[in-house]
């Protein structure tokens, strides 16, 4: 029997990026119930660069999806989608199939930030409103806007989309001391372990980097790396540091695939609710931390 075409608007379809990678893990869902027609705003928008801008492109994919709809074709939009953009929710065409809905980060206390916490709960509650309304199917790609929403709406919508990542790869030696993401960005700065990162150096471990270009000495900068690149680095690596931000990142997910202890400060020991397993728990100032990393790397450490 032939499967019904779906039209699948996507603002990141890279393999480079954790938003690109989920987004590729749900169409593969869909893939099981319609022929898939991916539209890359990237490609659809080259001749007009302005309009591929981050905050222009979505709303592009909305105006795609009503022409789809009018001509009577199934649509869904894959992505961005954090919680805050209700005018997304609000303008897409119904029947639209929603891909993983995102958001949750802590952000810095400044004024501008300060404005954004306040803001973004109410933004948070008139999306939940409309998604109600229109009874939308809500996919969200963690549950860490669990607590921003009612508790109804909770038992009618799927979380933690990312776990669907999770699968188990082959062991290999391992030779790499630590892989770290690094990413510069004002609201992920502060959860960044850079002292911690220096320790390491100090005691000769192997650290390497993906994502931004980290300017520290001894560190070896791979940038931003495909997923099949980053596999093959995690597959050698020993062990990872995990963000205070968010844990349940499709970075930490990989890791956990190939066999890579997550080490984590313990302020943020409360966050970790699955998997737990994976994660092992330090305290990133002490000094008697810093030496059970080095009986870790010694070889005296093995893999649960």
């Known amino acids: 029997m032939n499967k019904k075409k779906i039209y699948i608007w996507t603002c990141d379809y890279s393999n480079m990026s954790g938003e690109g990678n989920l987004a590729r893990i749900f169409v593969k869902k869909l893939n099981y119930q319609y022929e898939p027609i991916i539209i890359q705003s990237n490609k659809f928008l080259k001749k007009y660069k302005f309009l591929n801008y981050k905050y222009i492109s979505p709303l592009i994919g909305v105006i795609y999806g009503w022409y ?59 999306s939940e409103l409309i998604l109600k309304i229109r009874k939308i199917k809500a996919i969200f790609a963690t549950d860490l806007l669990k607590d921003q929403l009612d508790k109804d709406f909770c038992k009618k919508s799927d979380f933690n989309f990312i776990f669907n990542a999770l699968k188990k790869n082959k062991k290999n030696k391992k030779d790499i001391d630590f892989l770290i993401y690094y990413r510069k960005h004002k609201n992920k700065e502060d959860h960044f372990p850079l002292k911690f990162i220096k320790n390491l150096l100090d005691l000769r471990c192997s650290v390497h980097i993906i994502g931004n270009y980290l300017k520290l000495n001894g560190v070896k900068n791979h940038g931003y790396v495909n997923r099949a690149k980053l596999n093959y680095l995690l597959s050698k690596t020993k062990f990872t540091l995990g963000s205070g931000e968010s844990l349940y990142t499709f970075f930490n997910i990989e890791c956990i695939n190939n066999f890579v202890k997550i080490i984590l400060d313990s302020n943020y020991n409360f966050k970790i609710k699955f998997l737990k397993k994976h994660f092992y728990v330090l305290n990133f100032k002490k000094i008697s931390s810093i030496r059970k990393i080095k009986f870790f790397i010694s070889g005296n450490y093995r893999y649960r």
């Open 68 to 126: 789809r709809f009018i001509l009577g074709r199934k649509f869904s939009y894959v992505n961005y989608l954090p919680l805050w953009n209700f005018l997304i929710f609000l303008l897409l065409p119904p029947n639209t199939i929603l891909g993983p809905i995102t958001g949750g980060s802590k952000f810095l206390q400044n004024k501008k930030n300060f404005i954004r916490k306040i803001i973004f709960p109410l933004f948070y509650k008139m």
